[in-house]
């Protein structure tokens, strides 16, 4: 993910004409030899195998942390205290308590902060969200959600951070990208109840041991919005042959919309209005008049990518540190993100719907 994040710096640099600049100064890493390595291949003036020399830099105004999740809060908090504007990829922390402490030290500081939910940054999620609130799908019926990813299939896949029990798990991981989703397109979630259900029990370590897996490999959710609009969503990382399938599908009395992750340059539309020998999903083709693709390519369906989505995310960022715009995903967000995963971990424990 830092890789990707410094592909969407220098991307953003060269595609927008961003209301400040942004300077690859200094990389930290595990080891001086990766921190070494890393600032050669992706332009940094210097490294450290110490974050903390990069929070005592006074030439530093933004932190961007990459590491491990365990690592977000401390990272952010240290930032925060020497007054630094913070990029934190997603999750913000691994709890709901301490993505929370992030957000009101954060607040209270007043720098700018913004959590990697880069997806919701796609032309096509804008043009869904504008094409439900003109109401060309009529009265909402109901939501569908999924991320779903094969890279946990295999019983062999080894334990990793992703597994620790606080934080960890499939809902945590990709689920909040599903739940972020919905809560762009449809507004703010009311209650849920969740089924997480763990596939496979046990898991080998590094040195071969098999060790005990507590947190979900696949979740299950219900919905209910605040408008009353009723949906679900599915985490699932043991997803045999899916890569990424980040889907939504939303329902009207007028039409209905379905987009993939896996084909993201196409937004499809149901249009109930057609005459019944016409009738048949739509294909948009994601083009300049679905702002800002016009940015990357002049032409129609030549497509953008991951990467560019973080550079859009990056801009976005960077009207919010320039005092143009407000943060597009900040701490506060990234919390509630983080709190929507907790309550549905709880409901599943519970069985029974919780508000949230």
């Not at 902060?113 to 997806?119: I, L, P, S």
């Amino acid at each position: 993910m830092g890789k990707a994040h410094v592909f969407g710096f220098a991307t953003a640099e060269r595609v927008f004409n961003l209301p400040c600049q942004f300077h690859l100064h200094m990389v930290a890493d595990a080891t001086d030899a990766l921190a070494s390595a890393a600032s050669t291949s992706l332009g940094f003036t210097t490294y450290t195998s110490n974050w903390q020399d990069i929070i005592n830099d006074p030439a530093i105004g933004l932190v961007n942390i990459t590491a491990p999740n365990a690592l977000h809060k401390e990272i952010a908090l240290a930032a925060i205290a020497a007054g630094k504007h913070v990029y934190c990829e997603k999750p913000l922390a691994p709890s709901a308590h301490d993505s929370l402490e992030m957000t009101v030290a954060a607040e209270r500081a007043g720098v700018k902060t913004q959590v990697g939910f880069n997806y919701l940054t796609n032309p096509m999620f804008r043009l869904a969200k504008d094409m439900i609130e003109a109401g060309e799908l009529g009265e909402i019926y109901s939501y569908r959600g999924v991320h779903a990813e094969d890279y946990m299939a295999s019983p062999e896949a080894l334990v990793s951070f992703r597994h620790d029990k606080v934080g960890g798990g499939a809902l945590a991981d990709i689920g909040s990208h599903a739940l972020a989703t919905a809560e762009f397109l449809l507004g703010p979630i009311k209650r849920v109840i969740g089924n997480s259900t763990t596939l496979i029990p046990q898991r080998p370590d590094a040195t071969g041991a098999l060790q005990d897996i507590e947190v979900d490999d696949i979740t299950h959710v219900f919905l209910e919005f605040e408008n009353g609009i009723a949906g679900s969503v599915e985490a699932n990382w043991c997803a045999t042959g899916r890569t990424m399938q980040h889907d939504f599908e939303i329902y009207g009395s007028k039409g209905a919309l379905f987009f993939s992750q896996e084909r993201l340059n196409e937004l499809h539309f149901f249009d109930a209005n057609d005459s019944r020998n016409r009738r048949g999903f739509k294909r948009i083709e994601a083009s300049p008049e679905h702002d800002p693709y016009g940015q990357f390519c002049v032409a129609p369906g030549h497509q953008i990518g991951f990467n560019d989505l973080k550079a859009i995310e990056i801009a976005k960022f960077s009207e919010a540190i320039a005092g143009i715009t407000d943060e597009p995903f900040n701490f506060r967000a990234g919390y509630r993100i983080q709190h929507l995963v907790e309550k549905i971990q709880d409901s599943s424990r519970t069985k029974s719907w919780l508000i949230v």
